[in-house]
């Protein structure tokens, strides 16, 4: 019988994390300050972002080595374990191989600790006191929490209304790592009072949780900022889990088809796929890699690939990404995550340039896909999760039609304990097969 488990040892683990700028044909699409409509001057961003992040945000070395102190913190829960997905198989009937990568054992429950743990390092390098983020589910909160409470720094977290108050376990898990939680908009900033101006009862957006952020860090001089997607730097930390992932199915003695990461910024599928993207480059490989979002907030589908800012204040330089508008707000109604109205512009232009193909789908058919993955493999998996298990399924399925042995490997990227509520809205039939309308798309990508 094959392994279940494929399980790397401490000494097995990549060292680096791997850079696929140096590998992208075209140079990526330079930030733009909105200011001077020229390309972001790097000293600027380092009153917002540590040096040495600004420097890997843009870098074009290929490998970067982990440092030791980061490595001491990533050894606590990885190498994670690649899963082969038996039982989930055996239920569809289908003649392929699915593996799954499993984010979800990290002590915040999904990769984003993968570079919150470097991000918290370097500014302590630089000897910052303070560090400011936003957060949407509070998985990226949570990830910042415990980061700043392993290397002594005070992590002031904006949280998107609807979540901090949909999610009271999340909050409670960031106040237990010592982390400040304030609901977003907030009346703490111009630009949570410019907001709560305009609509009074908003519920927040992540792209107003990130003004606010960046706010606040403006303000006071020990203060830093840090991102939990998107950005370059956020893709090459979390490369690790693709240079596991190959290492791994070298092991159990596959390669991939086709990969498949869910798509909220664009971090857990690059984590994943730029690493098999770079064997498709060099090696001349064929695997298909695949990104799958919400319907809700269909970024890569239905968005323009335009500059646009980070977020709903503009304070962010303008990035060259897919985007559904900056003003976009998702609708309170999605349960499922993945709600930024951009995409990290690495995985931007790889998915104009070919490299990469996009799918969205509903929520009820992404809680189904997690229903069926809990009942098979056990674990619960995040919303936003499950989004890739549906794109898995669907592969499996085609295979099980065309009777090709494909292998499949998808990311887990996080488990779901925080998100039972809506698990149970699931459950008592109160979610419906939401999909953002095409006219406020057109609104709100009318606004950029
Ligand atoms: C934050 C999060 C995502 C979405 O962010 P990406 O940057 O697109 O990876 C996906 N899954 C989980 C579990 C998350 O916490």
Redo the contacts with the bound molecule.
């Keep these: 019988m094959a392994d279940k488990k494929i399980i790397l040892t401490e000494s097995q683990m990549p060292r680096h994390w791997y850079n696929i700028v140096a590998d992208m044909p075209n140079p990526p699409a330079p930030p733009i300050d909105a200011t001077t409509n020229q390309p972001v001057d790097p000293a600027k961003l380092e009153r917002i972002f540590a040096p040495q992040l600004v420097q890997q945000e843009m870098s074009s070395e290929r490998y970067i080595e982990i440092p030791e102190e980061v490595f001491d913190v990533y050894r606590l829960w990885r190498p994670s374990p690649l899963i082969r997905a038996t039982a989930l198989e055996k239920a569809l009937g289908t003649p392929a191989k699915i593996y799954y990568k499993y984010?979800?054992g990290s002590y915040a429950?999904?990769?984003?600790p993968n570079t919150a743990i470097p991000q918290v390092y370097y500014n302590k390098l630089n000897g910052i006191k303070r560090l400011c983020t936003e957060t949407?589910?509070g998985?990226?909160g949570t990830s910042m929490a415990f980061a700043c409470n392993h290397f002594g720094i005070e992590a002031v977290i904006y949280m998107v209304k609807v979540s901090y108050y949909q999610k009271p376990y999340r909050k409670a898990m960031m106040e237990m790592w010592g982390g400040k939680v304030i609901p977003s908009p907030s009346e703490f900033t111009a630009a949570g009072r410019a907001v709560l101006a305009e609509d009074p009862d908003s519920n927040g957006s992540l792209g107003c949780a990130i003004s606010e952020a960046v706010e606040d860090t403006l303000t006071r001089e020990d203060t830093r900022y840090c991102l939990?997607?998107?950005l370059n730097h956020?893709a090459l930390h979390?490369t690790i889990v693709g240079e596991e992932s190959l290492r791994q199915l070298e092991m159990a003695g596959d390669y991939p088809d086709v990969v498949i990461?869910?798509?909220?910024?664009?971090?857990?599928?690059a984590?994943i796929a730029f690493p098999f993207i770079r064997e498709n480059i060099r090696g001349n490989l064929k695997t298909r890699i695949v990104a799958v979002e919400p319907t809700a907030c269909p970024t890569m589908t239905k968005g323009v690939y335009d500059y646009d800012f980070g977020d709903v204040a503009r304070m962010t330089p303008k990035m060259k990404m897919y985007t559904l508008g900056h003003r976009f707000m998702p609708a309170g109604i999605h349960a499922g995550?993945?709600r930024y109205h951009g995409m990290?512009p690495l995985v931007s232009q790889l998915y104009h340039e070919g490299y990469m193909e996009a799918v969205a789908y509903h929520q009820l058919e992404c809680f189904e896909a997690a229903a069926l993955f809990v009942r098979t493999e056990a674990i619960l998996p995040?919303p936003?999760?499950s989004h890739a298990i549906r794109g898995a399924i669907v592969e499996a399925l085609k295979a099980k039609e065309s009777g090709e042995a494909k292998v499949i490997l998808f990311n887990l990227?996080?488990h779901g304990h925080f998100d039972i509520a809506s698990y149970d809205k699931y459950f008592q039939g109160e979610l419906v097969a939401y999909e953002h309308p095409e006219a406020e798309i057109q609104r709100a990508l009318g606004k950029m």
């Design positions: 984010e979800g429950g999904s990769h984003k949407g589910a998985q990226w939990g997607s998107v956020v979390q990461g869910c798509a909220g910024g664009g971090s857990n599928l984590g995550g993945l990290s995040a936003e999760s990227s996080g």
